[in-house]
């Protein structure tokens, strides 16, 4: 069949176009002398995405540590045939997340308002200057006062996950599991009865409902790999493309617990100290003044998903790779359990809150892994400016000003793992962080929380329910390899936290330490 002669026009004058358009589009970075990774034609450097050989997330950190960026303060990409920014240079970042906030006040990343209301009203996502005064009112929960008031449920779920262990120590002295999700598990039981006031009872049945929908929020596909891309690269299509963060079902569900423990509440009158008591007192100030509604009871109810779901993922995930770690060191893992079983000895089985979140050892630990593996390995901002305020520019590094709507990434996990700021970057050492050596880091080098005015709000609930879930682990039980434990993590590609492909398997064997050592 012969193509005709307009046809074959047409095509041709398509392709010198696409070809002129790319030639212009991806000469951007060039254009304003930025250091600049190669794109590809219409798909920019979102190759690996495609590919599914990284995490993209992860992606933006393999940038940072490009042998031809090594110099550079800051690398320009393109996220399809978007311009954006990966900072590399601690000056810029701690520009960008303290020094001039205000311009960088919102992450990029969003949630459809329309189809995603627990998504989009969270105070992961809301955006200024709703972010601020929602988080002015939720703080109360995280002060030091509070988080004490509630450290005895803590340590209940503690002793339910040491008899959850000693429920599979059935022949033997010993198991072996999925780490990741026995510490899964403990973290929602946590939550659930700190945040929300009930009992989740996920260590006794590992399908109760709580643990059940939890799984379902962490489980990554194509769908939801697509879904999140499009959230924190493409905000702007996130209507369009209808993507949800909360599946339907999962929101119900919160929906359904929620509205059910607030109005419990309200008519016991009981007070807890938890984040209901806050969402309570919310709703009651908003009756008050008749504005009371559907968005408002949205806007109550995506505080305790992003509660929920950021507080069990995030702690589990550290509590894992923690054991993963140790279970490779047995030296520094007897170490941590002398310490742990020293002051439980002093304190007859119950360590203090003040005692528990100052074990040197222990605190050395989990702020090691947390460098090795932040569970979120970037952080995002959009450049948006008050009226009246000056855009942000790279002087004196570059003479570039940053436009408005700009993505600025910054590699967390890169810059935790750049040999500049630590010698060996790959070796778990927690001797890094021995009080004399943490005062000579540099503070932008080291942000699993993230810093300024936007880090995370639940970081010390965060911190205390890793260690009270590792004290409870090893106390009576130690943790080592076994032949399906993985060699070296792999990440998983299609995550957006960090996770092991194929979890991580460890071999548990109760030994009695602390009660041998009560004895003596």
Request: glycine letters at 4%.
């Amino acid at each position: 069949m012969m193509i005709s002669t307009d046809t074959i026009c047409l095509l041709a004058t398509f392709l010198v176009a696409l070809y002129i358009w790319c030639r212009y589009n991806y000469g951007y970075w060039k254009r304003h002398n930025i250091p600049f990774m190669t794109p590809l034609p219409l798909i920019g450097n979102t190759k690996v995405m495609f590919t599914l050989s990284n995490s993209f997330f992860l992606y933006l950190s393999d940038i940072y540590k490009d042998a031809k960026m090594s110099k550079a303060a800051a690398v320009g990409i393109y996220i399809l045939n978007k311009p954006a920014l990966i900072l590399r240079e601690p000056e810029l970042v701690k520009s960008v997340l303290i020094k001039e906030f205000s311009k960088f006040s919102n992450r990029y990343s969003a949630c459809d308002p329309h189809g995603d209301a627990l998504g989009s009203n969270n105070l992961f996502f809301i955006r200024n200057p709703q972010w601020k005064e929602l988080r002015t009112k939720i703080s109360p929960v995280f002060t030091t006062g509070k988080i004490k008031q509630m450290y005895p449920l803590m340590l209940e779920v503690g002793s339910q996950l040491e008899a959850h262990l000693a429920s599979h120590i059935k022949s033997g002295n010993s198991f072996v599991t999925e780490i990741k999700e026995i510490c899964a598990l403990f973290t929602t039981d946590l939550i659930a009865t700190i945040a929300f006031g009930v009992q989740a009872n996920s260590l006794k049945n590992p399908n109760a409902e709580f643990r059940r929908e939890g799984r379902k929020f962490m489980e990554f596909n194509l769908g939801r790999a697509f879904a999140f891309f499009i959230a924190f690269f493409y905000p702007n299509w996130v209507t369009k493309l209808k993507i949800k963060i909360f599946s339907p079902e999962l929101s119900s569900f919160l929906r359904r617990t929620i509205s059910h423990v607030i109005t419990e509440r309200e008519k016991s009158g009981l007070t807890r100290n938890d984040l209901i008591d806050v969402l309570v007192s919310l709703k009651k100030e908003s009756v008050e003044k008749q504005e009371y509604n559907q968005v408002t009871q949205d806007v109550l109810v995506a505080q305790a998903a992003v509660f929920l779901t950021a507080g069990f993922e995030t702690s589990s995930s550290t509590m894992a790779f923690t054991l993963f770690e140790l279970a490779k060191r047995l030296d520094l893992q007897e170490r941590l359990r002398n310490e742990i079983c020293e002051a439980l000895v002093a304190e007859n089985g119950k360590l203090s809150y003040e005692t528990i979140i100052n074990l040197p050892y222990l605190s050395m630990v989990v702020d090691e892994v947390l460098r090795l593996y932040p569970v979120l390995p970037f952080l995002d901002r959009e450049h948006q400016p008050k009226d009246g305020e000056s855009q942000f520019d790279l002087k004196p590094y570059y003479d570039y000003t940053v436009p408005n709507g700009m993505a600025v990434y910054i590699p967390i996990f890169g810059l935790q793992r750049d040999p500049k700021y630590w010698p060996n970057p790959n070796t778990f050492d927690p001797e890094r962080f021995r009080p004399e050596k943490k005062k000579l880091h540099e503070p932008m080098a080291y942000l699993p929380f993230g810093t300024g005015p936007h880090n995370c709000i639940g970081s010390r609930i965060g911190l205390l329910q890793t260690k009270i879930g590792l004290v409870h682990i090893l106390r009576n039980h130690y943790v080592e390899v076994c032949d399906k434990t993985p060699a070296q993590i792999n990440f998983d590609p299609l995550a957006i936290v960090l996770q092991n492909k194929g979890g991580i398997y460890l071999n548990v064997v109760s030994d009695g330490l602390y009660e041998q050592s009560a004895k003596k």
